[in-house]
């Protein structure tokens, strides 16, 4: 059993999400107004003078311009870094700056920065190498909590090269990747996801290798690539811990998603459709909730684009039902609570994607699909920048899930399943054939039009394999017999 996690509270990972609710142009103005009042609420109570100073300068701040302190101002930001903190490069609203509120964080942050040095100097005098690395990162989680993502990643390094505990090298890098997270520092986020990994797979206790999961996961949605986060999201469901990088209600939408478009229909059958801490979430009535929560279920081991639109047009959303709070599996019968209240997130439309989605009804499927942009893709910092990819990637499997059961299939009968008119199935379809993704055509000519798939001959393939590797083979059979031939005759 390892020891405790270290330095895993800093930075508030949640400050970054409303900087990003802030500059986010498809949040509603209360959501935006509730945001900066947390964010200003946070930079008071942790003294974050260098993020207040790095977000509302008025001209070096990357939601203000110069001149500009007021909160209803439209402003363009000049940093590159700022591209991963912020929802769009034009700010609809920003954080005003104080001087006097900023050189009283300031104060405030050389004064314990005094006395950490203070601490660290008696410890080097008076006491031994533990107490001195104690000293160091205390320093280290103070830079993290303020914000300033220089120093603190510098510290971090720090300590770790004078540590020689596996298991306080990890949380170190951890610790480093959440503040790539709070950046959106893509390639500091991988660097060090990569080196973690290392250090776990050299001896890491089963506790920080099960968190490593919840990070590599969500390093890889900010990559697009789903199909690798699906797994290590989902395997953290059940053995969740990581509350320092998200709640246990994102994590159910984070794995969700992601399996749900890239998963194959098998394995998106038993790992989110019956999955037990899933199903304890999205369950359809209070029954499936209680089945899984005991565990009697079980199933085992940019922009918006014009044609989503015009779907949308064509498709009216459901009722939102009541809001559920996501529970913690793995807190149930311990003493072990999460450490802050959750919001209640209404996952209705989650549910009514994964069901409508295995049981092929399309047209909810879209409802669903649209409500699911407007609640969780557009709102969320780390699902917001391929909302559009993964919108045309549902629409695709869906597509694939109908098409590949039928030889021919009439394309008004097919539009009026999905919800949506003939010409935007159309335009819709002739994409992903046109990119290879269907195997089929469009027959408008005659008629309303048929779409006919030209699905691969299996056993055509297989002969044509067979002969491929034969001609292979007998041409190293050939080139073998030569050498062995040249060998004789050298030795006669």
Known sequence: MGSDPQYAKWPALPLAQHVFTITNPYAAKPAQQAAVKCLQDGINEHKMAPLYKYLAHPTEGILNSSGETTSSATTKLRKPSAAGIV?????????????????????????????????????????????????????????????????????????????????????????????????????????????????????????????????????????????????????????FTSYELCTYSNLVVYSVLAGSVSLKRVDFKSKVVDAPEIKAILGADSDDKLLALSGAISAGPGAEDAEMRDAKDTVSPTAPTKATTAVNLTTLGTGVDQPEVEMAVDFSPLAQLVNSLYNGHYKLFFQALALVEEQFLTQDRYLHEHKSWFIREMRLRAYQQLLQSYRVVGLESMADDFGVTVDFLDRDLAKFIAGGRIPCTIDRVTGKGVIETNRPDDKN??????????????TKLQKYGQAVRLRGSERA
């Not at 104690?134 to 603190?152: C, E, P, S, T, V």
């Not at 797979?201 to 920080?208: E, F, I, N, P, Q």
């Not at 393939?461 to 007998?474: C, E, F, H, M, T």
């Open 87 to 239: 929802a769009t490069k034009t700010v609809a609203a920003s954080l005003p700056w104080d001087e006097d509120l900023y050189n009283n964080l300031k104060a405030e942050n050389d004064k314990e920065l005094h006395e950490f040095q203070k601490e660290e100097d008696d410890a080097v005098e008076q006491a031994g190498e533990t107490e001195i690395m104690a000293a160091k990162g205390k320093r280290a989680d103070f830079f993290a909590k303020i914000g300033d993502k220089d120093k603190a990643i510098a510290t971090y390094e720090d300590v770790f090269e004078k540590t020689g505990i596996l298991g306080t090298k990890i949380d170190l890098v951890l610790a480093i990747v959440r503040m790539g997270l709070f950046y959106g520092d893509k390639a500091l986020v991988k660097k060090h996801v990569a080196r973690a990994k290392t250090l776990v797979d050299s001896g890491g206790d089963w506790d920080r290798r099960n968190r490593l999961k919840a990070y590599e996961g969500l390093h890889l949605l900010t990559l697009r690539s789903y199909n690798l986060a699906a797994p290590l999201l989902l395997d953290s469901l059940s053995t």
């Open 461 to 474: 393939k297989q002969y044509q394999d067979v002969v491929k590797q034969g001609d292979q083979l007998i």
